[in-house]
């Protein structure tokens, strides 16, 4: 059970890791040195980034966000979220997983 906040990060990494197929798209909102170092490594980083920026990127798979009010200051996944009617798969402490999987599949 999580007692500090490499835990959390630790918890979420895992989470994704053990969930998704190689070749799924990964949108990370938080710490990418933290992500880098628990072994995630193939992942877009998109904290603070507008609406207007995100649909430029490939369309994710898989989003994870930590303490929005630091990674999601311009509130673009969150509007990408709710424009999709997305809700969390998986909630941690300081973590939100979201998984869009078909959704956004052609």
Known sequence: FPV???DYYRGAILYVLEHRAQSEVV??????AAAKY???HDYLPVSNLNQ????YLPPPNWIVVSKADVYDRLNGIREFLTARGAGPEKTLQAFQIYRLGLAHRP
């Not at 949108?27 to 990418?32: K, L």
């Not at 207007?52 to 649909?55: C, Q």
């Open 27 to 32: 949108w990370w909102a938080a710490d990418q």
């Open 38 to 40: 628990y072994g995630l």
């Open 52 to 55: 207007s920026r995100l649909i």
């Open 4 to 6: 500090t906040i490499e």
